[in-house]
């Protein structure tokens, strides 16, 4: 899942008849099921930091993976940690920022910070995605994951 709003949902069919043999080994396939969430988790966190924008790094250092394994469920977090990621993301609507917030960037590139902030107020800033395009990316790779996750674990607890 992505904070942004975004999520990749994976849809394993035949779950309920497998369920009575994962509940043999809830240990194993929290353990198969985890590496394969973290190994999806990681490669989408790893495609959005190539694909970010970068001025300082910081928004790009920002982005992080988390997997969480509960007692029926697992879960998968690709987050940019920076409050700015989803303006990034999405871009905005015309609005006045304030200025001290545009310093350090219009300095860098020659750019009065008050002409840049009249400039946003007039025009917005431009999308720059790039979780989505992590996501869209990766799609079948992480279907790929799932799938050899639960073929293994199905080849394990059967015997």
Not at 52 to 62: E, F, H, I, K, N
Not at 97 to 123: C, D, H, Q, T, Y
């Amino acid at each position: 899942m992505i904070n942004m709003g975004q999520a990749i949902t994976i849809k394993i069919e035949g779950l309920k008849e497998l369920e009575k043999s994962f509940d043999k080994s809830p240990q194993m396939t929290k353990r198969v099921m985890g590496k394969a969430m973290d190994l999806s988790t990681e490669r989408i966190k790893n495609t959005a930091k190539t694909k970010a924008p970068v001025d300082t790094g910081a928004l790009r250092g920002s982005i992080k993976n988390k997997v969480n394994i509960g007692i029926r469920d697992i879960t998968g977090v690709v987050d940019a940690g920076k409050k700015y990621a989803p303006y990034v993301e999405f871009g905005t609507l015309p609005h006045f920022p304030p200025p001290m917030a545009l310093r350090s960037w219009a300095r860098k590139r020659g750019i009065n910070e008050f002409a840049l902030a009249k400039a946003i107020s007039r025009r917005g800033t431009k999308a720059q995605p790039f979780m989505q395009p992590a996501i869209t990316s990766n799609k079948l790779v992480v279907g790929q994951i799932f799938d050899s996750a639960l073929g293994a674990l199905v080849a394990q607890l059967a015997k």
